[in-house]
């Protein structure tokens, strides 16, 4: 709630720079993925597994580059433009996790099914829900799973702490993303959270 609720991240959800300063850059990022960074690095002591070990925002490709496999990954799951391997900095997050899936026993991060975001949001689990923006100049959308009192029932039982554009609060997950994309949604917990 106290990251939700910051003044700086109430400004919409383009990069503190677009609209503070007024620049306008394709590569500025939402303030979803910066509220989603400062509330794991609140409760999760283990929270660079979350950003391949760099204690830093994960939306910078050029802290990575050492990392063959890594780069590797994200040229098979981003698109070629013009016969040029392309990536959007704003949807960078969303491949780390991905990437960081793949390795659970050693990261600690799992990509998990609603269901079960559900019920690790409940135990006080730090749960991503992401979901990526392939579109040219599309952004992506990053919330944290918030536990509540219902039961689950289906996808539409989840509340998210949702920081973007159309106002920050607890939303259903339906509003937070818009109910075309529920399908595209990826959920990642770290189940080595290290609860501080």
């Given amino acids: 709630d106290m990251v939700m609720h910051k003044f700086s991240y109430k ?4 990069g503190l720079y677009e609209t503070v300063y007024g620049f306008k850059s394709q590569n500025s990022q939402p303030f979803c ?3 989603v960074f400062e509330t794991i690095k609140k409760v999760d002591g283990n929270y660079l597994s979350f950003l391949l070990n760099i204690d830093e925002p994960a939306w910078d490709l050029r802290k990575y580059k050492k990392n063959i496999q890594f780069v590797n990954f994200l040229k098979k799951n981003n698109c070629l433009e013009n016969g040029k391997y392309k990536f959007k900095e704003s949807n960078l997050w969303f491949d780390i996790l991905d990437y960081q899936s793949t390795k659970t026993m050693e990261t600690g991060i799992a990509k998990i099914t609603s269901e079960q975001a559900f019920y690790m949001a409940q135990l006080g689990y730090v749960v991503i829900a992401a979901w990526k923006n392939t579109s040219k100049n599309g952004r ?3 919330v944290t799973v918030r536990p509540c009192e219902e039961e689950y029932r289906n996808m539409n039982s989840l509340k998210v702490a949702h920081v973007g554009g159309d106002g920050n609060g607890i939303k259903d997950i339906t ?3 818009g109910s075309r994309r529920l399908t595209q949604i990826n959920f990642y917990c770290n189940i080595n959270q290290n609860f501080i």
Avoid: K, V
């Fill in 140 to 142: 992506p959308h990053f």
């Fill in 33 to 35: 993925n910066h509220a």
């Fill in 175 to 177: 509003i937070a993303f």
């Fill in 11 to 14: 400004q919409g959800n383009l």
